[in-house]
């Protein structure tokens, strides 16, 4: 059984699995046992292009749809064409294929690296928050509610939200700075019932794991429910671990 998505150019070459997998790099993720396989990430180039490929053998995840066992993978593929149904940014998706033989399960997913971005949590780190120009500040805020609300009112829970998870691209070189946002690591992403269900699980989780200090935090939850539409009482007054 065979299950491919491809958005392979003609100079990004190879385009079957086998090919791809012979392709080595640089491990940013070692491999990890887990989930009745393992799964890893390297860095690797093709044509001067700069990709990131998750190679998996036996990992997998089992649903009512799929009680058998099916790649994550194929999962965090779903998960990024939603999103960028939805108005999201994310990694663009360079190839994408599965394979089962009677060793069990075969896949991999190869993106395009986010040039010019960093994650949130490196790029508070990196810059003083109290000499950032507060309205530069206030619309990275307002980027990442936006982003957040577009996920959300998608019913698509990111399922792992963390700053770490959030990369940023700001340009100041312009008379008018700007920001971009992006959303990586949608492996655990699924839909849920309603938006509601999606924004409390991720909101409350991302302010376990943020960088902001309560009345940034005040700011990006008010710019948040703007984009969404409706107001979320618990969410103000949230607190980081």
Same mark, same amino acid.
């Given at each position: 059984m065979t299950v491919t998505f491809s958005n392979v150019s003609s100079i990004l070459s190879p385009v079957s699995l086998d090919s791809? %997998?012979?392709?080595q790099g640089e491990w940013v993720e070692e491999p990890n046992d887990r989930r009745g396989?393992?799964?890893?990430?390297?860095?690797?180039?093709?044509?001067?292009?700069?990709? &990131?490929?998750?190679k998996q $053998?036996? +990992? $997998?995840?089992?649903?009512?749809?799929?009680? %058998?066992?099916?790649?994550? !993978?194929?999962?965090e593929r779903d998960a990024l064409l939603s999103a960028l149904k939805a108005g999201v940014a994310v990694p663009e998706i360079v190839y994408c294929s599965a394979e089962r033989s009677r060793e069990g399960w075969r896949a991999m997913? !190869? $993106?395009k690296a986010l040039e010019g971005f960093q994650p949130l949590d490196?790029?508070?780190?990196? +810059?003083?928050?109290? !000499?950032?120009?507060?309205?530069?500040?206030?619309?990275?805020?307002?980027?990442?509610?936006?982003?957040?609300?577009?996920? +959300? @009112?998608?019913?698509?829970?990111?399922?792992?939200? &963390?700053? @770490? +998870?959030?990369? !940023?691209r700001i340009q100041t070189a312009d008379a008018q700075p700007s920001c971009e946002i992006?959303?990586?690591d949608l492996e655990k992403s699924r839909p849920r019932l309603t938006s509601k269900q999606a924004a409390l699980h991720?909101?409350?989780?991302?302010?376990?794991?943020?960088? %902001?200090?309560?009345?940034? %935090?005040?700011?990006?939850?008010?710019?948040?429910?703007?984009?969404?539409?409706? $107001?979320? @009482?618990?969410?103000?007054?949230?607190?980081?671990?």
């Open positions: 791809w %997998w012979q392709i396989g393992n799964s890893g990430v390297q860095r690797i180039t093709q044509q001067g292009q700069l990709l &990131y490929a998750k $053998t036996g +990992h $997998t995840y089992r649903s009512l749809l799929h009680p %058998w066992g099916r790649p994550t !993978v194929l999962r997913l !190869v $993106t490196e790029w508070y780190a990196s +810059h003083d928050r109290e !000499v950032l120009d507060a309205a530069l500040h206030q619309q990275l805020l307002q980027q990442i509610a936006q982003s957040l609300a577009n996920l +959300h @009112k998608a019913r698509r829970q990111h399922g792992c939200m &963390y700053a @770490k +998870h959030i990369f !940023v992006a959303l990586l991720d909101m409350l989780q991302l302010r376990r794991h943020s960088p %902001w200090d309560q009345a940034d %935090w005040q700011s990006l939850i008010g710019h948040y429910q703007l984009a969404m539409g409706r $107001t979320f @009482k618990n969410l103000y007054n949230a607190t980081r671990r």
